[in-house]
């Protein structure tokens, strides 16, 4: 990275926490990133000098909050690539983005004896909304396999499509094996059929720019918290052709043009599917964690990470008994590891211990530890904040700790 990296680090307070007399090392990314000092502003600011609930008033403040409310959509909008605003609607994050379309898109194209085909590396919310909606059907779920490497089986999919194929849900980036898919191509073939494609973005949006026409995907959901944003929002892509034709998710609130109790219409895009008051505040933070992806310049990001997770896979690979799993040969910043036979609870636990912060565990993917035949991984996973002695100190540790598992 070019910028000093102090200066970086500096942005984000909670860089500066000690963990058991040492300093913390963050290196669970992939389940939410830390948080710029300018996010946090963003949504002190709100509260402090902005609170006002949008779209409905007529009020200084209602119409300030609701101007800045819809000026980050447009932001999402050119972040993305969108063609229009109305196909950016905020959510709570990627779990409420996929659901959303898995009800609404379910209830309107899903019938008995429909299919839906998921790849078998999903996170489990890009797998049980699909299944609750195949459920209600009568509809079945297909499954792309992967490889030993962690590739997906590409070869596999046009004998999954077919006449009865109604929606290709495919993840852009493994949150367990990292590995980024091919969604471009997969959404050419599935197009080839007239298959619409919903891309889970979640672990992708924070590492490379992503172009949701360049993709050509029907649908694109992501979770501001994993990309430096706050909690609490995310954003569903969609084209409009199909937003248009697919049913509300839920109902009242800025959702509907007339209420009656005889029959009631619904708003136009996008609010039709923004029922209820939205997390305003979030949405204004996620503005500033953008500004601060755009300043940093996505380029860097990627190969800031990109140094990292060889200089890390180099290192890792000399401690005797570590396996690596998920070798795709095009993957982000995550690295999933077992130490031995070592639980990767105990492993996370020890390195806890001495201040390095990993998840271990199935990372809400059983299927993928299923394939493998483990209970689950140890997960280290880089951001732009992250530095090559914070490598070095997971490696360390590792060293330390392995004879205590052995
Ligand atoms: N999809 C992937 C690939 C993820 O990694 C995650 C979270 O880890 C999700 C979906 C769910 O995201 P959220 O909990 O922000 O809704």
């Known amino acids: 990275m070019t910028q000093s990296n102090d200066t970086l680090r500096q942005q984000f307070p909670i860089l500066n926490t000690t963990v058991y007399g040492h300093p913390l090392v963050y290196l669970d990314n992939a389940a939410t990133t830390q948080k710029p000092q300018s996010v946090i502003d963003a949504l002190c600011q709100y509260y402090t000098q902005l609170n006002s609930n949008i779209h409905r008033g007529t009020h200084y403040l209602a119409s300030k909050a609701t101007e800045q409310y819809e000026a980050v959509r447009e932001r999402v909008r050119r972040f993305i690539g969108a063609r229009s605003t109305h196909e950016i609607i905020f959510t709570r994050g990627t779990t409420e983005s996929i659901n959303l379309v898995a009800s609404s898109f379910g209830r309107y194209r899903l019938r008995e004896g429909d299919e839906i085909v998921v790849s078998a590396m999903e996170h489990h919310s890009n797998i049980v909304p699909w299944q609750l909606a195949c459920e209600q059907a009568g509809a079945t779920l297909r499954v792309i396999p992967f490889s030993e490497e962690g590739v997906l089986d590409l070869?596999?999919?046009?004998?999954?499509?077919?006449?009865?194929?109604?929606?290709?849900a495919v993840g852009h980036v493994s949150n367990t094996l990292g590995t980024i898919n091919p969604v471009a191509e997969i959404t050419a073939m599935a197009h080839c059929h007239g298959i619409p494609v919903l891309v889970d973005g979640a672990q992708a949006v924070a590492h490379m720019a992503v172009d949701v026409q360049e993709i050509g995907c029907d649908f694109y959901c992501f979770s501001g918290h994993k990309m430096y944003g706050p909690m609490g929002?995310?954003?569903?892509?969609?084209?409009?052709?199909?937003?248009?034709?697919?049913?509300p998710y839920q109902g009242g609130g800025e959702m509907i043009k007339d209420v009656t109790f005889e029959r009631t219409t619904y708003n136009d895009l996008p609010f039709r599917f923004e029922a209820g008051t939205p997390s305003v505040g979030d949405v204004l933070a996620l503005g500033a964690a953008l500004d601060f992806?755009?300043?940093?310049?996505?380029?860097?990001?990627a190969q800031h990470e990109e140094h990292l997770l060889h200089y890390a896979i180099e290192r890792l690979q000399h401690i005797d008994g570590l396996r690596i799993i998920g070798q795709a040969p095009h993957k982000t910043s995550v690295i999933s590891f077992l130490l031995g036979n070592a639980h990767p609870y105990d492993v996370g636990t020890l390195l806890d211990k001495l201040g390095i912060a990993v998840r271990t565990g199935h990372h809400c993917t059983q299927p993928i530890m299923d394939h493998y035949g483990i209970?689950?991984?140890?997960?280290?996973?880089?951001a732009i904040y992250n530095t090559i002695a914070e490598v070095d100190a997971l490696v360390d540790a590792l060293q330390r700790i392995a004879p205590m598992l052995a």
């Open 233 to 247: 929002v995310g954003v569903l892509y969609g084209r409009e052709e199909l937003l248009e034709q697919m049913p």
């Open 293 to 301: 992806m755009e300043q940093t310049g996505l380029d860097t990001l």
């Open 375 to 382: 209970p689950g991984t140890v997960r280290a996973s880089f």
């Open 155 to 168: 070869g596999a999919l046009p004998a999954l499509l077919n006449e009865h194929t109604r929606l290709v």
